[in-house]
């Protein structure tokens, strides 16, 4: 993992506001190229709420975003693709119908001339284009470990193999910036190491934001950390900074020491108690649920 002097990604003071309540407030940090930028914090802390606004589903009231130079502030979520933004999502997202190469064929859409459905229907003029995304989805599927699958649907995939569907198709795009939302959720302890290889391989081409509640995971894979509490960023630096910092300890402990039970959903307080552990240096990780 290397992280490259100046920023791809500047994300300067930005504030959300759901009605009267405040979901991110001046938030700030910048990305390097090659860098692998994990997102973290406790329940509510307003990670999801961040990744929708740099992938654009959300505007947000106060501040801006540039991606290379460029204002992405105001510009719809379809528009990022084609800049070299792409995102996977908390779950696979997949089309049912699709078999994994043409889900993955969906991804590459931006680059194509002819555009995935014309040729997925064999439309005139489209024959060209469906050799070439067909051949570069087939590439991001090896690139991911899931090869074997191109030809088969989701239901009839493994939901690990499925969530490295998804994240080839993310990368049939050939973002120069990749935003990943909870990529380890589901997979067992022993396909933790595969995604932590495949994300360094990743990090060789493109910056990356990671958003992920296996603690111990983030703290091996990501070159720096910020981390949000009730919106705002009370830490960032390296992971091994951002375990030592009290400001940190203090988020996922509570003030009384004891761990935070905060949100809801099945797990909340073993998922603090995994995260409390990790962020301390000793932890198995644990997922919990975001906003």
């Excluded at 990368?171 to 022993?190: H, I, K, V």
């Excluded at 934001?209 to 703290?219: I, K, S």
């Excluded at 910020?226 to 300890?249: E, N, W, Y």
């Excluded at 935070?260 to 997922?287: L, M, P, S």
């Amino acid at each position: 993992m290397n992280a490259d002097s100046g920023s791809v990604l500047d994300v300067d003071g930005v504030t959300v506001r759901f009605g009267g309540l405040t979901a991110l407030d001046g938030v700030s940090f910048g990305v390097a190229p090659r860098q692998v930028l994990g997102l973290i914090g406790p329940n509510g802390a307003g990670k999801t709420t961040l990744l929708n606004v740099l992938c654009g589903f959300i505007r947000p009231n106060e501040g801006r975003v540039r991606f290379a130079g460029r204002e992405l502030t105001r510009l719809p979520p379809h528009r990022l693709a084609g800049l070299g933004v792409a995102r996977t999502l908390q779950g696979v997202g997949l089309f049912a119908g699709l078999t994994a190469v043409e889900n993955v064929m969906v991804g590459a859409n931006c680059r194509a001339s002819a555009g995935f459905w014309p040729a997925l229907a064999g439309l005139p003029r489209s024959g060209r284009d469906e050799r070439r995304l067909r051949a570069e989805a087939l590439e991001a599927l090896r690139q991911t470990g899931a090869a074997a699958a191109a030809d088969r649907k989701p239901g009839e995939l493994p939901y690990g193999v499925r969530k490295r569907v998804a994240l080839a198709r993310a990368l049939a795009a050939r973002p120069r910036l990749l935003l990943l939302d909870e990529p380890a959720s589901g997979l067992a302890d022993d396909e933790l190491a595969g995604l932590a290889d495949l994300v360094t391989q990743i990090a060789a081409q493109a910056a990356l934001v990671v958003v992920e509640h296996h603690m111990d995971w983030m703290m091996s894979v990501c070159d720096s950390l910020v981390v949000l509490d009730f919106g705002k960023v009370i830490a960032s630096g390296s992971p091994k900074d951002v375990q030592a910092d009290p400001a940190v300890t203090a988020a996922y402990l509570g003030a009384d020491g004891e761990a935070a039970e905060t949100g809801t959903g099945d797990g909340a307080a073993q998922n603090a108690t995994g995260e409390r552990a990790a962020v301390n240096g000793a932890g198995d990780g644990a997922r919990d649920n975001d906003e």
